[in-house]
């Protein structure tokens, strides 16, 4: 049979390139989780998925009450889930004020790491029904969270502190809106919920991985610098950033490519090593590649863990 794979935010850029890269090869279904119907639909169809190929299925990963509906509609289809891909994220780094979901967290770490948090834990259960020979987890990290990288070192860094934000809420009112109880800044908030979205990976993989065989991964897909993910940057960062990247860092990535990656990572038989973190070197060859110190501290991983659930009411 065919693989039944759930990919996030898979109405513009990486999301919908990888879509497309699945659905063209004829052994996957892509069930696209997408916040905007109409739009993923329309995306899909302008990508030349074919029908067959794909399923729009409405999440809106700001808001808890619509991450349990997800699931249960999914859960209606009767699809099987062999792998599911968290990828969706919203990057604010010009917002001056922190803005929330519908539970009252700061936007970019409630939507990029805890309602992606509580869908994997919901579905983690669907994962282990499946009988696919090759289950996987795929969160989508980003380099900007590694400090131990030159892109990781442009402040602001990321830093988690000891996590005192994240413990009361995040919701700006008798908490900080930002994890580490400082003040807000939109770039930093991004880059804090990559972190937790790796640690969240490689908690998953301690966890889980040897009772239930599924693989667990992230990946750095590049800089892919024409996403929507710098729609909210000022007009002449959006003009300047991709010649910037294709031509002085040469991190540069097509979407398409980008794609092609992340596809590779969800179904080549060659990378079911599980708690990776993947990156590609210009030759588009990939490699296992080392996190930065915080992204890979795993009492931090645990605390970050232990805090979101009880957040997102699974404890
Ligand atoms: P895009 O902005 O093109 O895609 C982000 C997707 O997330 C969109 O489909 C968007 O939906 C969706 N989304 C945002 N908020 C929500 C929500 N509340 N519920 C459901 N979906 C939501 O950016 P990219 O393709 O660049 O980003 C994809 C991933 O790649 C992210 O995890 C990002 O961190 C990562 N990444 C990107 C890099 C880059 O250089 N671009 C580099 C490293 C990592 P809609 O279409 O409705 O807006």
New binding site residues.
Partial sequence: RKGSVII?????????ATAKALAETGKWHVIM????FL??ERAAKSAGITKENYTVMH????SLDSVEQFVDNFRQSGRPLDVLVC?????LPTAREPTYTADGFELSVG??HL?HFLLSRLLLEDLNKSDYPSKRLII?????GNTNTLAGNVPPKANLGDLRGLAGGLNGLNASAMIDGGSFDGAKA?KDS?VC?MLTMQEFHRRYHEETGITFASL??????T?????EHIPLFRLLFPPFQQFITKGFVS?EESGKRLAQVVSDPSLTKSGVYWSWNKDSASFENQLSQEASNADKARKVWELSEKLVGLA
């Avoid at 989780?33 to 905007?36: I, N, S, V």
């Avoid at 989508?140 to 900007?144: A, E, L, M, P, Q």
């Avoid at 996403?227 to 729609?231: C, M, S």
């Fill in positions: 996030t935010g898979a109405s513009s850029g990486l999301g919908l989780a997408c916040r905007d739009k993923a999440l809106d990963l700001a990828n969706a994220a919203v990057y939507t990029n309602g989508v990290g980003s380099i900007t991004y990559k979205n750095y897909p590049g800089c892919i610098a996403t929507g993910l710098f729609r979407e």
